[in-house]
């Protein structure tokens, strides 16, 4: 049978605010692309009664075996959605968890997309949606990835248009918990993208706005505020952000360049911690 590798790109929050929150979850919105870095996944249907899913690669240590895979595969086999095929997914993690970069909710992502392609998943809009909240928040930006602006109403607006920047992603050695971070939230941010446009993707208006969780973060972290103070330092940023809830920062730039001669001053100081150039897709 047919082999396939797909490539599962990590996201990143360009801008995350915090606006609001509803008896279950907090309220965001927040504008995100793509980036180079991503997870490889190799799939192939099998004959056998079961699917067979497994992790490789730096970052696979530690997976549940309840994962945003397996959930999605159970989801889709009580449905009936796959017609009964069984698949063998082995996935290659170089996208770290607890980064806030959405490896997991990635990986589901581009299996919903590889399905819908290859027309194995026949699903209508509503219950896709519906399909992706029950495995994970941030899994619907993942649907047909693009620069996304997630209004704290819950819509979502795509634009196909590129955002041309090298990025200085780091993750220092430890993960940041999305569940610890968003029960520290006190405050909330009036709402700025609930009529979205495509000017609030040029860098003059991105380099202005904010994450809201960076403080929370921070303020158990100091290592990632120091972090952050330092790229901040280095020579023709256009900005540094944290992405998600953390624990990476992400170092913008327009030129590889730039971007390269960060990742040198960066290693020199702090070593120890993981750091990779990438850029926007």
């Not at 997914?89 to 996208?95: D, E, L, R, S, V």
């Not at 999305?178 to 405050?187: A, L, P």
């Not at 303020?219 to 103070?229: A, D, H, Q």
């Not at 901040?232 to 998600?244: A, C, D, E, K, Q």
Request: positive net charge.
């Amino acid at each position: 049978m047919n082999s396939f590798k797909i490539k599962s790109h990590a996201k990143i929050n360009l801008a995350l605010n915090v606006t609001g929150k509803t008896s279950k979850l907090h309220k965001i919105e927040s504008i995100v692309s793509f980036i180079e870095l991503h997870d490889l996944i190799y799939l192939k249907q099998i004959k056998k009664k079961t699917h067979e899913i497994s992790f490789v690669g730096k970052f696979s240590k530690n997976i549940s075996k309840m994962n945003t895979v397996t959930t999605l595969l159970r989801l889709l086999d009580q449905k009936k959605l796959l017609n009964n095929k069984k698949f063998e997914i082995n996935i290659t993690k170089n996208i770290p968890q607890k980064s806030g970069l959405g490896g997991g909710s990635m990986n589901a992502a581009t299996l919903i997309n590889f399905f819908i392609k290859k027309k194995i998943l026949k699903i209508k809009k509503i219950d896709l949606t519906r399909l992706t909240r029950l495995i994970g928040s941030d899994v619907i930006l993942g649907i047909k990835p693009t620069n996304v602006i997630l209004s704290s109403n819950g819509k979502i607006k795509k634009y196909d248009k590129k955002i041309r920047m090298h990025t200085l992603v780091i993750k220092p050695n430890f993960g940041c918990s999305t569940k610890y971070i968003y029960s520290k939230v006190r405050k909330f941010t009036k709402p700025q993208f609930n009529q979205p446009r495509q000017s609030m993707l040029k860098m003059y208006y991105l380099k202005n706005l904010n994450n809201d969780l960076e403080k929370i973060v921070f303020n158990k972290y100091p290592k990632l505020k120091s972090i952050k103070s330092f790229l901040l330092t280095i020579p023709n940023n256009i900005f540094v952000r944290m992405s998600g809830s953390g624990s990476s920062i992400v170092a913008y730039f327009h030129s590889k360049r730039a971007c390269s001669n960060a990742y040198r001053q960066f290693k020199g100081k702090f070593n120890s911690h993981w750091c990779i150039i990438s850029k926007t897709i």
